[in-house]
């Protein structure tokens, strides 16, 4: 008898858990979609919001006024590209090789391994971009010549360079804007040197 009541109260308990997991998960609303049916306008605002959000954290914490954010957020901006371009634009040069991994390819933006793939559709690709890809073919090209692997190369690196010094210089302008406390705070950043 006891055993019984045992097995009873086991399977109510079971019971009970059940139906509260269900509400619980019934509550929180539809799964998201798979990443290839994602809406890209709401995309598009979830990533403004995240872009005005990263904003506001990065003014307060360089103490800015609204009239120093109005000079200082386009030279920020312009730095941040810079650097991206200097690394290769993006975590998809990070991912190549990854596509058995990852879902389908995004809209009119080709396989998911390719450089640039995680690129905003909006956002023109940069000339390290163009000429990482550009490198990226040649490699997928088993036959490809030495000849022409050395040149996709040297034409990447030449890239990256120019980029370099536009970043460089880029750092310059905005140290040259900024008081010593939003300098260290900056540099703390990674986004000046």
Same mark, same amino acid.
């Given at each position: 008898?006891?055993?019984?009541?045992?097995?009873?109260?086991?399977?109510?308990?079971?019971?009970? %858990? /059940?139906?509260?997991?269900? +509400?619980?998960?019934?509550? !929180?609303?539809?799964?998201?979609?798979?990443? /290839? !049916?994602?809406?890209?306008?709401?995309?598009?605002?979830?990533?403004? +919001?995240? $872009?005005?959000?990263?904003?506001? @954290?990065?003014?307060?914490? =360089? !103490? %800015?006024?609204?009239? *120093?954010?109005?000079?200082?957020?386009?030279?920020?901006? &312009?730095?941040?590209?810079?650097?991206?371009?200097?690394?290769?634009? /993006?975590? /998809?040069?990070? #991912?190549?090789? #990854?596509?058995?991994?990852?879902?389908?390819?995004?809209?009119?933006?080709?396989?998911?391994? $390719?450089?640039?793939?995680?690129?905003?559709?909006?956002?023109?690709?940069?000339?390290?971009?163009?000429?990482?890809?550009?490198? +990226?073919?040649? =490699?997928?090209?088993?036959? %490809? @010549?030495?000849? *022409?692997? &050395?040149?996709?190369?040297?034409?990447?690196? !030449?890239? @990256?360079?120019?980029?370099? %010094?536009?970043?460089?210089?880029?750092?310059?302008?905005?140290?040259?804007?900024?008081?010593?406390?939003?300098?260290?705070? =900056?540099?703390?950043?990674?986004? =000046?040197?």
């Amino acid at each position: 008898m006891l055993r019984c009541s045992a097995v009873c109260l086991v399977a109510l308990a079971m019971i009970v %858990a /059940g139906a509260w997991i269900q +509400q619980a998960m019934s509550a !929180e609303g539809p799964p998201p979609p798979p990443p /290839g !049916e994602r809406d890209p306008g709401q995309m598009a605002q979830r990533m403004e +919001q995240f $872009r005005q959000q990263m904003s506001d @954290r990065m003014r307060q914490s =360089l !103490e %800015a006024s609204e009239e *120093e954010w109005k000079v200082l957020q386009p030279r920020i901006e &312009k730095v941040q590209t810079l650097s991206r371009q200097t690394r290769g634009g /993006g975590m /998809g040069f990070m #991912m190549m090789g #990854m596509a058995g991994r990852r879902g389908g390819p995004g809209p009119d933006r080709g396989p998911p391994d $390719r450089p640039g793939a995680d690129r905003p559709p909006d956002r023109p690709q940069s000339e390290v971009e163009q000429k990482t890809e550009a490198l +990226q073919r040649v =490699l997928e090209n088993k036959e %490809a @010549r030495a000849d *022409e692997i &050395k040149a996709a190369l040297s034409a990447l690196r !030449e890239a @990256r360079a120019k980029a370099r %010094a536009e970043l460089e210089a880029a750092q310059k302008e905005l140290r040259d804007v900024v008081t010593v406390r939003q300098e260290a705070q =900056l540099v703390t950043m990674g986004i =000046l040197d």
